[in-house]
């Protein structure tokens, strides 16, 4: 396996966020974290990412121990988040944003080669490398966002609702790219409250509520779970499948 999390445990002060959470993402995978407001979905992609501390459990990434390396270092293992909520650096220009991923030595070094990587995804982008990164549409910025996050090369992107707030068609064209980053051969751990979109793309999913796991599997499988048809995909049982 390369992405290992084992009955991981995180808390903030007393009170538990996720329990016993396991799962695991292959290379080249996409895997979706789905799941209601408040179930955790966020919590674990920010201990993964380093983020946030982990009471108990283990967390592997290619065989290292995450709970080991210093939270600044996480990001030399090849792990990059784009947070929810963007957070962009909003007065300083599109381009100025992208090249606040490519801090890490190696990422440096290619940060010419990166840079026409990230315009090629996102020819809008290079247009507006001089605007102020606040002054963009909502799907713009979430274009900085992931972006900033490509510069730092990783093997591994966590994306943390990258359809929240946008407009239909962004969210098609965001869906799009995504696939794109993973065809070129980085993993993707998602979390995305839009479950319908989320199972298209995913090879396999989590379901977390109230901080644990409480079903996992290929797409085909879960959709045929009353539960999660009648609480994620509005559909009942004796609807038509989705």
């Known amino acids: 396996m390369w992405l290992e999390v084992e ?4 808390a903030y002060g ?8 396991t799962l695991r993402v292959g290379p080249g995978e996409v895997v979706a974290v789905i799941g209601p407001n408040g179930a955790g979905k ?29 939270p600044h270092l996480v990001c030399r293992q090849g792990i990059a988040l784009v947070p929810e909520g963007r957070r962009l650096f909003t007065r300083m220009s599109v381009e100025e944003n992208l090249e606040m991923g490519g801090y890490r030595g190696e990422a440096r070094r290619a940060r010419t080669a990166t840079l026409e990587r990230v ?6 982008l290079r247009e507006r490398r ?11 910025q979430q274009m900085v966002a992931i ?10 992107l966590l994306l943390d609702e990258p359809s929240l707030g946008l407009a239909p068609a962004v969210v098609d064209q965001m869906f799009e790219i995504i696939r794109a980053i993973n065809r070129e051969g980085v993993a993707i ?11 298209e793309i995913a090879a396999r999913a989590y379901v977390l509520e109230e901080g644990r796991v409480v079903a996992d599997g290929p797409p085909a499988i879960l959709r045929q779970q009353s539960r999660i048809r009648e609480a994620y995909l509005g559909f009942r049982d004796g609807d038509v499948n989705p």
Do not use: K
């Open 130 to 140: 001089r605007q102020l990164a606040g002054s963009l549409s909502g799907g713009q």
């Open 14 to 21: 007393d009170a538990p966020a996720v329990w016993d959470a």
């Open 42 to 70: 966020s919590t674990l992609v920010n201990t993964i990412a380093g983020l946030q501390r982990s009471r108990s459990g283990a967390l592997r990434f290619g065989g290292v121990d995450l709970c080991a390396v210093p």
């Open 7 to 10: 009955h991981l445990a995180i």
């Open 119 to 124: 315009y090629g995804l996102f020819p809008i």
């Open 189 to 199: 751990l998602l979390v995305e409250q839009n479950v319908v979109r989320a199972l």
């Open 147 to 156: 972006g900033r996050a490509l510069m730092a090369q990783p093997t591994l």
